[in-house]
């Protein structure tokens, strides 16, 4: 499985942004996928997950509230949608995805890692 991150770009704070990790070599479809970041001088961290179905979510509490995630299917893609975006957001943004069912938030548990793409808050 081939991830590949888009949309990550400088914004404001109190901006949204949407970011889109789009899969090749097999569909999404029986994989579970997670979110995670890396701020400069920071260990990665966990955003948010969703399971192979799309019927369940995990967010981090920094994130829960603000950041939501969805699977579309047509594009063979999971988009994570940020709102409210907030100075501490900063961060290189992953995707991750496996075939098994890890606990959302173990990086290394995950197979497959996109190159990740920044986002940038300015205050």
């Known amino acids: 499985v081939q991830l590949v991150e888009s949309g990550g770009q400088l914004v404001q704070a109190g901006d949204s942004l949407r970011l889109s990790c789009v899969a090749s070599?097999?569909?999404?479809?029986?994989?579970?996928v997670g979110w995670f970041r890396q701020a400069p001088g920071k260990e990665r961290e966990f955003v948010a997950a969703i399971n192979w179905s799309g019927h369940t979510t995990y967010y981090s509490d920094s994130v829960k509230g603000r950041f939501t995630l969805s699977r579309d299917i047509t594009k063979n893609a999971v988009d994570l949608q940020m709102n409210s975006l907030k100075p501490e957001d900063t961060a290189m943004y992953y995707c991750?995805?496996?075939?098994?069912?890890?606990?959302?938030?173990?990086?290394?548990?995950?197979?497959?890692w996109g190159q990740g793409i920044q986002v940038t808050v300015s205050s």
């Open positions: 991750a995805a496996d075939l098994a069912a890890p606990p959302p938030s173990r990086s290394d548990l995950y197979a497959y």
């Open positions: 070599g097999r569909t999404f479809g029986n994989c579970a």
